[in-house]
């Protein structure tokens, strides 16, 4: 059974730019997951999908951040301007469902913002 | 969960020797817990979680984690760790009402041979 996928794995920027990250859920799963992980602290959820509608925003800053889930299977998180807070390790997770259901995560993508 | 506290950054041991990794949080409703895992170069897996019923829980790797909710706690332990244990551990609750998942800082396992 194939992971969660995430690309890029690396990216670096300069504030004010834009970026983008790509999600791709392990199949059949329902609920994808966007975290933040900034160095030293655990992970903090921005955004959190069924299938393509948002169960969970609260915590996204969107003013910069946005994310969609186009058809209910992959997903992309956008930050347009970065700033140099915004350097940390973006983290897709899926599960089968929501609730306590275990949440498989992807190698993430870690943004340098300079 | 209002707040999960891994009150260790960085545990170093010995190989073989025991281990615990602590946990606590706070919340004043029923609550889940997990421990996830990070080993270098992966993603987060689950490690364990408690749901209900016995407050001892098992990995099928020897670790096990206690629920006690007298002392709000969930510490991880192991009697005898391996190289291959090394890793980053994560603890995370979720309430009854609201199932978001609220992380510790994380625990870095430091096995000395």
């Known amino acids: 059974e194939a992971g969660v996928a995430q690309s890029p794995r690396y990216k670096i920027i300069e504030k004010r730019q834009s970026v983008a990250f790509w999600c791709n859920p392990i199949?059949?799963?329902?609920?994808l997951y966007w975290y933040q992980q900034i160095l030293g602290q655990g992970p903090k959820l921005l955004i959190q999908f069924q299938n393509n509608g948002v169960v969970d925003d609260s915590q996204l800053p969107k003013d910069r951040f946005s994310a969609e889930r186009l058809k209910g299977v992959d997903s992309t998180l956008k930050i347009q301007p970065a700033k140099l807070e915004d350097s940390a390790v973006y983290l897709c997770?899926?599960?089968?469902?929501?609730?306590?259901?275990?949440?498989?995560f992807g190698p993430g993508t870690r943004l340098t913002v300079l | 969960a209002q707040s999960v506290t891994q009150l260790d950054s960085q545990v170093p041991v010995f190989e073989e020797a025991p281990v615990e990794l602590r946990c606590n949080y706070s919340?004043?409703?029923?609550?889940?817990l997990f421990w996830y895992v990070q080993y270098p170069n992966q993603g987060l897996q689950l490690l364990l979680k408690y749901l209900s019923g016995s407050t001892l829980v098992e990995s099928i790797n020897g670790f096990e984690a206690e629920f006690n909710k007298s002392q709000t706690s969930f510490h991880l332990r192991k009697p005898s760790v391996h190289i291959s244990d090394t890793a980053e551990y994560f603890c995370a609750v979720s309430e009854d009402s609201n199932y978001q998942l609220i992380w510790g800082a994380g625990t870095k396992l430091i096995i000395k041979p």
């Open positions: 997770a899926s599960s089968l469902f929501g609730g306590y259901n275990e949440q498989f």
């Open positions: 919340s004043s409703v029923s609550v889940y």
């Open positions: 199949s059949g799963h329902a609920t």
